[in-house]
């Protein structure tokens, strides 16, 4: 099976069980989990997929790519979540952590296949 559906696949099952599970875990999210797991999903995938290709080509800069996709990655949510910038009203630690639990999981998925690509050369 191609690299791109597979990865496809699994990060658009990994968004759709987190998505579930954290619906049944916090009733009342401050944010919307569409939006959020949406994001997230799409963000890992493109990230992934960006990754993997620019490998192909410079397999020694991978590390530098991938700390990039964490930066562009975190600004985007930045934007598209800006209740996480606001002080009005102020989050409690546990609506923080409702965003920053989903976003370190998928950013932990990429992380274990940047690991297991650079290991190969």
Do not use: C, R
């Not at 599970?21 to 009342?28: A, N, S, T, W």
Request: glycine share 6%.
């Amino acid at each position: 099976m191609n690299f791109y559906l597979k990865s496809f696949l699994a990060i658009g099952i990994a968004a759709i069980l987190a998505y579930f599970f954290h619906g049944y875990v916090q009733q009342q999210p401050v944010f919307d989990l569409v939006k959020l797991y949406s994001f997230i999903g799409i963000a890992t995938f493109l990230s992934v997929s960006g990754m993997h290709y620019l490998y192909s080509l410079v397999p020694n800069q991978l590390g530098f790519v991938f700390l990039v996709t964490v930066f562009v990655k975190f600004g985007a949510a930045l934007l598209l979540f800006p209740q996480l910038l606001g002080s009005e009203p102020e989050l409690t630690k546990q609506e923080i952590l409702s965003f920053l639990i989903p976003y370190f999981l998928f950013l932990s998925i990429e992380a274990i296949l940047v690991v297991k690509w650079l290991n190969k050369t």
